[in-house]
């Protein structure tokens, strides 16, 4: 089976810098596209970015595509997410997915494997 873990996660100020990671066990890495999504307290979870298995395809999210830089490290199974410039409505748990896809969207439901969420809160 495929297992996701997030990393990274913590409280930072607004303006300040923080990477999240997420590391694929279970299937060969390089096949999946790779997202991150996040949910704030009281929201919907929402689609931030994501990154094609070759990583020549990397949409994002309006509120983020500015700041926000998704990588993939194909030998590591790896994939991360650079913020910068946080803002205090950045604040959510951030969580990792994997798709057999290799054209990822958007849409929460064409995503398969999900990890169990690592924490970002941006004081003001």
């Known amino acids: 089976q495929v297992q996701l873990a997030e990393s990274g996660g913590g409280l930072e100020q607004a303006g300040a810098s923080l990477s999240v990671s997420c590391l694929l066990s279970?299937?060969?890495?390089?096949?999946?596209?790779m997202g991150w999504f996040r949910q704030a307290p009281g929201k919907e979870r929402e689609f931030v970015a994501a990154?094609?298995?070759?990583?020549?395809?990397?949409p994002y999210a309006d509120s983020v595509k500015d700041r926000f830089t998704i990588s993939r490290d194909n030998p590591r199974n790896t994939v991360s997410l650079h913020m910068r410039n946080l803002k205090p409505e950045d604040t959510a748990a951030y969580y990792c997915a994997a798709s057999h896809s290799p054209l990822p969207t958007p849409i929460e439901s064409t995503w398969h494997y999900w990890g169990q969420g690592t924490q970002v809160t941006v004081s003001s």
């Open positions: 279970g299937r060969s890495f390089n096949l999946f596209s």
């Open positions: 990154i094609n298995p070759s990583g020549t395809k990397t």
